[in-house]
Every structure is written in C-alpha cells, then in structure tokens.
C-alpha cells in the first residue's frame, strides 16, 4: 500500500548542474526572478545580520561613522604633519586616497561576501526551502549600505 501525498505538499527535486541545462539568459532570468520573489526575505537578513554587526559592541552603530572619522583624521595629521608630501593635487590627497580605499573595500567586500555566502548560511540552507541566491543579495546589500556611509562621511 503506497501512501498518497497531499496535493498541497510539493516535493522538489533538484539535480546538480541543473542550471546548465537551461542556458545562459534563462538561468538569469530564474535568478532575477528568484531575487524578486524573496525581496522581503533579503530585506529581513539584510537588517537582522545588519544590527547584529555592530550590537554586540561597546559602541553599537557608532562604529559605522568613528571608523571613516578615524581614517580621514589620521590622512590629514599625517599630511599637516610634512609626514605625507604628495605634491600639488588637484583633489585633497587624503580625500584621493580615502575614496580610493573606501571604494576597494566595497569591492573586497562584495568578494568576501560572496565567497562566505554558503558557508555563513549552511544552517539556513539545510532547514529551509528558499531561494539562495537571497543570501548573496543579502551580502551585496550590506556591503553597499556600510561603504554607502563611509564614503559618504568622508566626501563629507
């Protein structure tokens, strides 16, 4: 005797390199999908990984602003200072190099983001049937918004 599923259970059933089958712009059109149907999943882990970035701190979100602060002071002591002599720039030097920085560390960020992606959500992975391609965008989304406000406070 075999035992009826439900019609409202669905079983899924995924084979390895399945998006190979499909091509390439239709697997790009499956991930953009996917990422539009689970925005409001992106936006929940984007918030929870977040504030719990900076709430165990002594300093919680303060951190986000003390850091750029603390970098563009000390380009600037060490330019006041005759430590650093860059020549006549047409930009500040410490505003050259500060921007510079900040926008290597959202790029590093990103790559660091995606390459701990699957392992910071294995847990998440194993319990839930979402799509995973949230968990990048999560990432990229949190990358964006910490360098969003540094490199804001230092064109500031």
């Known amino acids: 005797m075999s035992k009826e599923i439900p019609s409202s259970e ?28 689970s925005k409001q999943l992106i936006a929940q882990l984007f918030k929870r ?13 303060a951190w986000i602003f003390i850091l750029p602060v603390v970098g563009i002071l000390s380009w600037v002591f060490l330019q006041k ?23 290597w560390s959202i790029f590093v960020g990103f790559f660091k983001g995606a390459s701990e992606t699957l392992e910071s959500g294995k847990s998440f992975l194993l319990q839930v049937h979402f799509p995973h391609e949230a968990l990048l965008f999560q990432r990229i989304a949190q990358q964006i918004a910490t360098g969003l406000i540094a490199l804001t406070i230092i064109l500031c």
């Open 10 to 37: 669905q079983i899924s059933t995924i084979k390895a390199g399945e998006r190979f089958d499909y091509g390439f712009f239709q697997t790009w059109r499956i991930m953009s999908s996917n990422i539009f149907r």
């Open 49 to 61: 990984d977040f504030l719990a970035t900076y709430k165990k701190s002594f300093l919680g979100l």
């Open 81 to 103: 200072s005759g430590m650093l002599k860059p020549g006549n720039t047409s930009v500040s030097y410490p505003l050259y190099v500060l921007t510079g920085t900040s926008m």
